[in-house]
């Protein structure tokens, strides 16, 4: 296996408990933050997997809304921001400031 020797900066509560791990476990502090940076390494894959899977599911409902309802023409926050004013307007003026 090929390794590359690296230096890591930990606070003194992690290398305390890497100790103690390392005592209990019979292996060395090496051996144990590998295996801690694969399992993380791995978590993140399979999180960036969900991920994407999720953003694909997303994009098929979509697809099949705007297959079956189409697209609206209008933009809908706008319209929503207009509305919103023009409440307002009411309740502060008594009507629209134009």
Do not use: C, W
Not at 31 to 52: A, M, N, P
Not at 58 to 63: G, P, T, V
Not at 67 to 81: I, L, M, N, Q, T
Request: without cysteine; hydrophobic residues 35%.
């Amino acid at each position: 296996m090929n390794r590359h020797r690296t230096q890591l900066f930990l606070d003194r509560s992690q290398y305390l408990a890497l100790v103690q791990l390392a005592e209990t476990l019979d292996r060395s502090i090496s051996e144990i933050v590998r295996e801690f940076i694969d399992l993380g390494l791995k978590r993140f894959r399979q999180d960036k997997e969900r991920k994407l899977r999720i953003v694909a599911e997303l994009d098929e409902m979509r697809r099949e809304m705007e297959a079956r309802h189409g697209v609206y023409p209008g933009d809908p926050v706008r319209e929503a921001r207009r509305e919103r004013e023009q409440q307002m307007d009411r309740v502060l003026f008594g009507g629209t400031r134009e």
